[in-house]
């Protein structure tokens, strides 16, 4: 398997955008739909370039098989993010939606970045919280979307979040032991109960 992996391959689903004005707009405030969907766009594209080269620079310092591990991490990863933000964006209605789903896009994308530079300098965080009262909170949450979400998105993104969290947290072991496992598994469990709290939203 190549060393590297496209993590920006996501069809837009605005189409070409072009800003308003002939010149660029200020992505600060962006004042019409054009230029909103050309900011939200652009804050995408700088997001996916940052990450790819944060990740081409950390898979090129790792042995074989944690290379291996990291290429099925970050697999993962973009089958989570894509399910995430779909459900996410799920139940709200207009042409606002597109956008919000690649803002949702942009946002996982930078908190994977972060992971990845941590990588970089071989830092994995200590987490103090309780695992299993996460999971509670996290079940719960679930649950409570089923009574008014729609459960094949729901489930689809649980589905693809728990690979993810499970082959993020071998590699990051590989690095730090067994306490690097069980610390992932706390992060990306708080992780995901933020997530799903702005998917309330």
Known sequence: MASWVAVGAIALLLGPVQPAQSQ?????????????AFCVNEAFTAADAELNWMYNEVISNLSEPRR?????????WINYRDAACEFEVSGRLGSIVPLLEITCQTRLTNVRTEELTAYQYNYYPNHRQDLASLERQHRSI????????STALLDASERTWQQYRDTVCRFERTGGGNAAWENCRIRLTQQRISDLNLSAR
């Open 142 to 149: 679930v649950n409570n979307f089923r009574a008014y979400r």
């Open 24 to 36: 660029r707009p200020t992505c600060s405030r962006p004042d019409t739909p054009e230029n909103m």
């Open 68 to 76: 291996e591990l990291l290429i099925d991490a970050q697999l993962d």
